[in-house]
């Protein structure tokens, strides 16, 4: 089974409450949720971590106790360039 980890960005918390007549009212939850159905059947699961802190998403990358084949970030307000998460690749 693939393991999947997707980590979400600042502000990705209020997805579906903060001005939903311009962002929609699709929450992160409702995302994750779609996410874990559609895994299901590659068979993969998924994993789901979301802060405002960039240092904590660098400590989940980090974090070698969890096995995860894969990682894919919807990054937020990190769109721009977040040379503390590229570098947490290396």
Excluded: C, W
């Amino acid at each position: 089974m693939t393991r999947v980890l997707v980590l979400n960005g600042p502000n990705l918390n209020l997805l579906g409450t903060r001005e939903p007549q311009i962002y929609g009212s699709t929450t992160l939850s409702d995302i994750i949720t779609n996410l874990q159905t559609k895994a299901a059947s590659f068979p993969a699961t998924i994993e789901s971590f979301q802060s405002n802190h960039e240092g904590a998403i660098v400590d989940r990358i980090h974090d070698r106790s969890r096995k995860i084949d894969a990682i894919i970030i919807n990054p937020g307000a990190f769109t721009h360039t977040s040379v503390a998460i590229r570098d947490a690749f290396v």
